[in-house]
């Protein structure tokens, strides 16, 4: 995750009633920071769209281009959230309009298991969501990330991106170590961390 949202999230996630800086300046309102996976083909040119028109949506709604909902692996969700994102939105073309067939609709599988799951975790429904957008609704898109933005934002920080990390070395429950295989052995290296790694890196630029 990139420096830029880690930052704003801190900042937002100051104490209420904390001390005003030496400055005198009152400190910043909470404002949620949204990550809003978007489909290349669909709701990333939606978006395009919604800034050429200059109809307006949030800033704090941070993009992540894939090039279809179907490539939303689940890790990129939960690192979203472990990274300081107080809302993640799932974009993409229509049910019939997948450039990848039916990828699409096997997404929305994994978003309703997903969005399960992060429910028995803790994390309301209002902070994971998706949204439709063919690249034509640039209009639709950007009232969907503003409403997503207004719904995430009375809940306040969720606070994900203050847990501490496992250092390497250190047991887990289960009894592996973090970084080894159960025979000891280094674990092999995964294609797929890698892909998480750029895309969630692409945050905020
Ligand atoms: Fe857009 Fe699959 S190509 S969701």
């Known amino acids: 995750m990139s420096e830029d949202v880690m930052s704003r999230t801190k900042a937002n996630d100051a104490p209420t009633g904390a001390a005003p800086a030496a400055t005198g300046a009152a400190p910043a309102p909470y404002e949620p920071v949204v990550l809003a996976f978007t489909c290349n083909w669909c709701s990333y040119r939606a978006a395009d769209l919604a800034g050429t028109a200059r109809v307006k949506y ?3 709604v941070r993009l992540v281009r894939l090039m279809c909902s179907g490539r ?26 997948c450039h990848y067939r039916i990828q699409n609709v096997k ?3 994994r978003f309703e298991l997903l969005r399960r799951v992060l429910g028995q975790l803790g994390i309301e429904p209002e902070r994971f969501q998706r949204f439709y957008a063919s690249a034509a609704e640039g209009r ?34 289960a009894g592996a170590v973090e970084g080894e295989t159960a025979a000891g052995e280094a674990a092999p ?14 945050v905020g630029s």
């Open 107 to 109: 997404a929305l599988r």
């Open 72 to 97: 939303l692996d689940p890790t990129f969700v939960l690192k979203a959230f472990a990274s300081g994102a107080d809302g993640v939105l799932m974009t993409g073309c229509w049910p019939a309009d």
């Open 189 to 202: 290296a995964d294609e797929d961390a890698t892909t998480d790694t750029r895309a969630l890196e692409a």
């Open 140 to 173: 639709q898109l950007a009232a969907a990330f503003t409403r997503m933005i207004e719904e995430v934002r009375p809940l306040g920080p969720l606070g994900w991106g203050r847990l501490p990390e496992v250092a390497p070395g250190v047991e887990t429950p």
């Open 58 to 60: 949030p800033p704090n």
